[in-house]
């Protein structure tokens, strides 16, 4: 039972709909002072709603916040600050052409003789990230700096300026490697022994078990359960995001997929030499029908830059790449899609969804530029190929005419997924297809694979989830350095593609 006198947040039966769905259905959340607390659930489970509750973002139909015991009403985002309520988003919201100094004190700068004493906001945020462990220039502007340190100062920011007495952490880690993660989590405990309340949102669970206190499950916008960490075993917290027994998921855990190959001694696609000087060291690469080849490496060991020079995107300087016997000559995306290859890309925010387009819009994209611009899909054709991909793919919605930005991030992926599969394509390359999704959403993406593949096609399968590549894989490529490593059956063991990586093999 908690304890109410360390709860700094209390929130009761918090409600909220938008047209067609119901995001939150009478949900309570606590945190204590000084304790990090894990908010998972599936996508679409309303764990983003209620955090743009509590960030003033959108306002509750029914239900109440309580700070320190008193009752408030979060009117805006600055309201929030203003409170102690500060959030780190995953993509951090600053100015990356501007100071680190300036970020930090942004719209607080100290003033003198009518302009900015730039002595005193050096001293302010060299003070601030000293308090985080951080040493670097701040006179240096921020987008010189990893993603991990432009964290590190988001969340200087929010200690210093907003005096934050709750931060909010979404999905914090999925662009950082394990030093940086570790760095960040050693950053959560200390703030916790100062008495500041986390809420950490994160899909790995193994972070989850690492650093989080309590756990708050959400499914289809309701409160399955708060659970004290220790005490819930991993499988348990499975079953309660899927709404599943243990029992079905021990037995989909044993039942590995099937990833029993068709014969086929021919190439739907072979790379000999490909390179890009300073991006890729030259690789061969053959691809069969019927065939999933995963691509594991650690973060800028050149695994998106391989999918670049496949699809495209990038022009290589050496080397050719071989379609169905027939030679490559003019790299470009259109080209690539003429040829049957298709790319979902990494960064499905920048690279991937028109969040102001609709589902049936964003899913009709590659299909109507590779017809051209001359020769239009019919509404009832667009209609007729968002309907079958919707329900192939399970996308959550009430309409093919929502906007995507308003799906969840996992529904996002999907809609990416269907815009590519519409083409047909003979080759689909996934760049991290599964990154920030629920485990639901990631086995069908797996499952989806294989079936691509009994159909004849073939996949490249990239993922920083070494046990996703090695579940799914029939051969599994390996990179360090921006160059192919080694290459290894499926069944290879993840002791050895780990040593790989690391260079030990």
Not at 126 to 151: E, F, H
Not at 181 to 204: D, P, V, Y
Not at 376 to 395: D, H, N, P, R, V
Not at 423 to 429: D, E, R, S
Request: net charge negative.
């Amino acid at each position: 039972m908690t304890d109410t006198n360390d709860l700094i947040l209390t929130v009761k039966d918090i409600s909220k709909t938008f047209p067609g769905v119901n995001a939150l259905e009478h949900v309570d959340f606590s945190l204590k002072r000084g304790e990090i607390h894990a908010l998972v659930g599936e996508n679409g489970a309303g764990k983003s709603t209620l955090i743009k509750i509590l960030t003033g973002v959108e306002y509750p139909d029914t239900g109440s916040i309580e700070l320190d015991g008193k009752i408030m009403e979060v009117k805006s985002p600055q309201h929030a600050q203003e409170i102690g309520i500060s959030t780190v988003y995953q993509e951090v919201n600053l100015c990356t052409n501007i100071s680190v100094a300036e970020n930090i004190m942004l719209g607080h700068e100290p003033r003198r003789f009518g302009g900015i004493d730039w002595k005193r906001l050096n001293a302010f945020a060299n003070l601030a990230l000293q308090r985080l462990s951080v040493d670097i220039d701040v006179t240096q502007p921020l987008g010189n700096y990893s993603v991990a340190i432009q964290q590190m100062v988001a969340i200087a920011r929010s200690l210093e300026i907003a005096s934050a007495k709750i931060l909010i952490l979404d999905e914090p880690t999925s662009s950082l490697d394990v030093a940086e993660a570790n760095r960040l989590f050693s950053l959560m405990q200390k703030l916790k022994g100062e008495g500041i309340g986390i809420i950490f949102i994160t899909h790995f669970l193994d972070q989850v078990y690492q650093i989080s206190d309590r756990i708050t499950v959400l499914r289809n916008g309701k409160l399955v359960g708060t659970f004290i960490t220790a005490s819930l075993p991993r499988m348990e917290l499975i079953a309660k995001m899927l709404g599943r027994s243990i029992t079905d998921l021990d037995e989909m855990s044993k039942a590995k997929f099937s990833r029993e190959q068709k014969e086929s001694k021919k190439y739907s696609l072979e790379a000999r030499g490909l390179g890009r000087s300073g991006s890729l060291e030259p690789f061969d690469l053959q691809l069969h029908a019927s065939e999933v080849v995963g691509i594991a490496g650690l973060l800028g060991s050149g695994r998106t830059e391989m999918a670049n020079l496949i699809f495209g995107i990038d022009t290589p300087d050496t080397g050719t790449l071989t379609l169905n016997d027939r030679q490559v000559e003019h790299f470009s995306p259109l080209e690539s899609l003429k040829n049957g290859i298709a790319l979902c890309p990494e960064d499905r925010k920048a690279e991937g969804i028109v969040g102001d387009l609709t589902i049936r819009e964003n899913i009709i994209l590659a299909l109507q530029a590779r017809y051209g611009w001359f020769k239009f899909l019919s509404t009832q054709k667009q209609y007729e190929i968002a309907a079958k991909y919707i329900q192939i793919l399970g996308i959550s919605t009430p309409s093919p005419d929502q906007l995507v930005k308003n799906l969840s991030g996992g529904n996002q992926q999907k809609v990416i997924l269907a815009r590519w599969l519409a083409t047909n394509p003979q080759v689909l390359i996934l760049d991290e297809p599964t990154k920030g999704i629920d485990v639901g959403a990631k086995a069908e993406i797996q499952k989806l694979m294989l079936d691509l593949a009994e159909e004849g096609k073939s996949c490249v399968f990239i993922s920083s989830e070494l046990e996703e590549v090695l579940r799914t894989s029939h051969r599994i490529i390996v990179l360090r350095d921006r160059k192919k490593a080694a290459e290894y059956p499926g069944d290879v063991d993840d002791h050895t593609i780990i040593q790989t990586m690391a260079g030990n093999l």
